[in-house]
């Protein structure tokens, strides 16, 4: 005990101080005050720690320094705020995203196939480029003539700011179904699962011209079974559309955001599966362009947001579980019980208003998203396969676990993670090109506090970082009383952001491994 409290030392005296300034800042304030300003903390520091979270499982447990994770946020937000206001787009969508799914999950079939067949001299050069270029012209022009209901970014009638105002006030009615213009749906439908089989037969041609070792001959059912269950969910899209898009806008708000929740997490967990099986596996030897690579996904991801929704902020209605008013909400109804049962969107707590978003719903899904990737990383059997492939990888596939696909799903829920973070973060901080760089730089100060590597790092470091931003901008409207100042020092808003930078640049003066994080 001893000997662990003499080793431990300096992180104990940190975390001392860390808690002394944190008790010392209830002085100056009232007790109303000082509450609410910590739940504001800790609200942020649940978002951040949703993006480090995920960030640090990839880096962790993959080696992999992905910086495209601020724009996975991004990207969450709008696909929640799409099924949220525009589901009559989203259903549209399903279908030709589902298709292409389903031809690239195969690659690990066609990797077995075409290792037994390959072709002699240069022609095993040529060909996948060949077969990548076919792939993309069919791909534009099968998915570019496909119905889809769109709105106009560039017009503000038909903007998405305008269909989130009428969602906000209760106008949102049913657009038009959009109507195929060229070749009939069927034949579009067949094109795009072929563009996508095609895609999936060039990258893996394109990785064969590299490889020297022998492909293996083992052929797994599950890329079938996942193909499958791709075109059935794009089939089931189509010939349901219109019955799809009524259910979805007959819900109410909050069963439609509980329903944008889930689709942009999985639409997460996807995206970056595709990105691990597709772009990062043949890199894991090169970690410099493992480096570019996420960079240059991160810029391609931007301006595709910026092409599909236009460059304008907008923001996301809350659901209306978080967003009563009226006379039921007014001033005078103070009691608890009785807010709650008219679903305001405050709450009185010690003489302060609360937003029941996000002060206390943010803050709740943080918590359970800590508990449960705690739980599946330690008490599951999926993940003792993880920290066991991530210590010997060799003797883990010796057992005949697929580690690749181990590493396939880490990626996929680090990811997830960050388009769960994103959908959260999208009613309360409204939806901009910049807000997935924004909270990238938080969560890259929180994992240096905590630990770069560490989990439970990740989730100190969001709640350092939430707690001083909330409070040097309280401060900076009371003020802060310093002995020989006559007047209250009042922080101005530039000190929010750099105050965080210094609070990790004293921590790793002091941890070069930040609070949690391993010495090695």
């Not at 031809?103 to 990548?132: D, F, H, N, Q």
């Not at 579009?188 to 590299?210: F, P």
């Not at 579980?321 to 305001?344: I, P, Q, S």
């Not at 910049?434 to 909270?439: I, P, R, S, T």
Request: charged share 10%; net charge positive.
């Amino acid at each position: 005990m001893a000997e662990r409290l003499k080793k431990n030392r300096t992180r104990l005296i940190v975390l001392a101080a860390l808690a002394f300034l944190f008790v010392s800042a209830s002085q100056g304030m009232e007790t109303g005050d000082w509450v609410i300003t910590v739940l504001r903390g800790l609200a942020v520091g649940a978002i951040t720690f949703l993006v480090a979270a995920g960030f640090s499982l990839i880096l962790g447990l993959m080696d992999v320094l992905n910086l495209a994770h601020g724009e996975m946020f991004m990207l969450g937000a709008y696909i929640g705020w799409t099924v949220y206001v525009r589901p009559d787009t989203f259903v549209d969508g399903v279908t030709p995203l589902a298709l292409i799914a389903a031809g690239l999950v195969t690659m690990p079939l066609l990797e077995v196939v075409l290792g037994r067949r390959r072709l002699p001299g240069t022609a095993v050069k040529i060909w996948p480029w060949v077969a990548l270029a076919l792939a993309l012209v069919l791909l534009f022009v099968t998915v570019s003539q496909w119905p889809l209901a769109k709105w106009n970014a560039g017009a503000f009638a038909e903007s998405p700011s305008t269909f989130s105002l009428a969602m906000d006030q209760g106008r949102r009615q049913i657009p038009a179904p959009a109507v195929a213009e060229g070749l009939p749906p069927l034949l579009l439908m067949v094109g795009i699962l072929l563009g996508g089989a095609l895609l999936a037969a060039a990258i893996v041609g394109l990785r064969q011209m590299k490889e020297t070792a022998v492909p293996s001959s083992y052929i797994s059912k599950t890329p079938l079974i996942i193909a499958g269950t791709f075109l059935l969910v794009g089939l089931a899209f189509f010939f349901a559309n219109d019955v799809l898009t009524n259910w979805l806008y007959g819900l109410n708000t909050t069963a439609t955001f509980a329903v944008a929740i889930v689709v942009a997490t999985l639409s997460g967990a996807t995206v970056g599966g595709l990105i691990e099986s597709t772009m990062i596996r043949p890199l894991y030897d090169r970690p410099i362009y493992q480096i570019m690579l996420t960079l240059g996904i991160s810029f391609i991801t931007i301006e595709a947001v910026r092409a599909v929704w236009g460059r304008p902020e907008f923001s996301m209605p809350k659901p209306a579980l978080f967003a009563g008013t009226g006379e039921g909400c007014g001033a005078a109804v103070t009691d608890l019980a009785e807010r709650l049962a008219n679903n305001c969107a405050t709450i009185f707590l010690f003489n302060g208003r609360i937003r029941t978003y996000n002060e206390i719903f943010i803050i709740l899904m943080g918590l359970i998203v800590l508990v449960g990737v705690w739980l599946l990383l330690q008490r599951t059997r999926l993940g003792m396969i993880i920290r066991a492939g991530v210590q010997d990888s060799q003797m883990v596939e010796a057992l005949g676990i697929n580690v690749r696909q181990v590493f396939t799903m880490v990626f996929a829920l680090g990811v997830a993670l960050a388009a769960l973070g994103g959908v959260l973060a999208a009613p309360s901080m409204g939806l901009s090109n910049a807000m997935g760089g924004q909270f990238l730089l938080l969560a890259l100060i929180a994992l240096a506090i905590g630990g770069l590597t560490s989990y439970p790092g990740a989730a100190a470091g969001a709640v350092l970082v939430g707690l001083l931003q909330q409070f040097i901008i309280k401060y900076g409207q009371i003020g802060i009383n310093l002995p020989f100042l006559a007047e209250p020092f009042k922080p101005s808003p530039p000190l929010v952001p750099a105050s965080t930078v210094l609070l990790m640049v004293i921590i790793l003066l002091l941890l070069p491994q930040g609070l949690f994080g391993r010495e090695d």
